[in-house]
């Protein structure tokens, strides 16, 4: 349906976009890794502003990998090398921070994942601690759950974290090739997944989203396309492959959808924001 961006440092291009997010009036967040920065847009790609770059003060980062929105006008985003999560009005005023290196509570080892529930509740996939971590929208540590592994409830390397509208949380365990589902209190009610390049097999995944239907979008980065489940794990749709032209992908990211079942897809390697119009079933 359209695209853009395009590789440098200027207004609206991208040096490796990780990450994108709705936010509550339908702009587009999206994460500029190699400009350490934020960049704003309209629905359709408008640039609107940016905040952000490399350091260490208020409000800078050191390699940002994800960013989610609320529905207050609040932008989270997880800062993965400052071990950090740093929240912001959408204006990009800096709000508050939490977290440092280490493996305590509400501390992190490389966060790369961040989500949020309808109440406010911010989860974080904790990459390098193998865990999930549940705070407040101030920071305040509530639980955590896993640790390294292959057996149920355990992650090795989970790198992103989606919610649907009852609460159940959903875990891209990438180096274990699925996605684990959970309740809101960590408990374990099942998976899917599995190595390969096949329907609901992916071999190294990095981007998952939930939309106001509870269907969730995969970003299917080694497989260079975004697949479609539903709520079980059973395939509703796929679309991609790699390559340069619209439609296609070069290790895309990230995925996710508004309110009007649009599709946004951080097209990683190809340093583009793309969209797509909802997708059913095919």
């Not at 966060?111 to 193998?130: C, E, K, M, S």
């Not at 955590?144 to 592994?149: F, L, V």
């Not at 097999?201 to 509870?214: I, K, M, S, V």
Request: glycine fraction near 14%.
């Amino acid at each position: 349906m359209g695209q853009w961006g395009g590789y440098g440092s200027g207004l609206g291009s991208f040096k490796t976009p990780k990450s994108v997010a709705v936010g509550s009036e339908n702009n587009i967040f999206v994460v500029d890794e190699g400009n350490n920065r934020i960049q704003k847009f309209s629905r359709d790609g408008e640039f609107l502003m940016c905040w952000g770059e490399r350091g260490g003060e208020v409000g800078q980062f050191l390699r940002p990998v994800s960013v989610a929105a609320d529905r207050n006008g609040f932008v989270y985003v997880a800062d993965s090398d400052h071990h950090s999560i740093k929240k912001f009005q959408d204006d990009g005023t800096f709000t508050t921070q939490w977290g440092e290196q280490g493996q305590g509570e509400g501390q992190f080892c490389y966060p790369r994942g961040i989500t949020l529930f309808g109440d406010g509740t911010v989860y974080v996939a904790d990459r390098r601690n193998h865990r999930v971590q549940k705070f407040d929208s101030e920071g305040r540590f509530l639980k955590k759950w896993g640790s390294e592994g292959r057996g149920d409830g355990q992650f090795n390397e989970p790198v992103d974290i989606a919610t649907d509208d009852t609460g159940y949380v959903y875990v891209l365990d990438s180096n274990n090739s699925r996605i684990q589902k959970f309740d809101a209190q960590g408990n374990f009610l099942g998976k899917w997944g599995g190595y390969g390049s096949g329907s609901v097999t992916f071999p190294w995944a990095l981007g998952l989203a939930c939309d106001d239907e509870d269907f969730l979008y995969l970003a299917d980065t080694n497989n260079h396309r975004i697949q479609k489940f539903d709520t079980s794990g059973n395939p509703i749709a796929w679309w991609g492959g790699r390559g340069t032209d619209e439609g296609w992908f070069y290790f895309p990211n990230d995925v996710a959808v508004d309110a009007q079942g649009f599709v946004y897809v951080a097209d990683t390697e190809n340093h583009r924001i793309q969209k797509f119009e909802p997708i059913e079933r095919f």
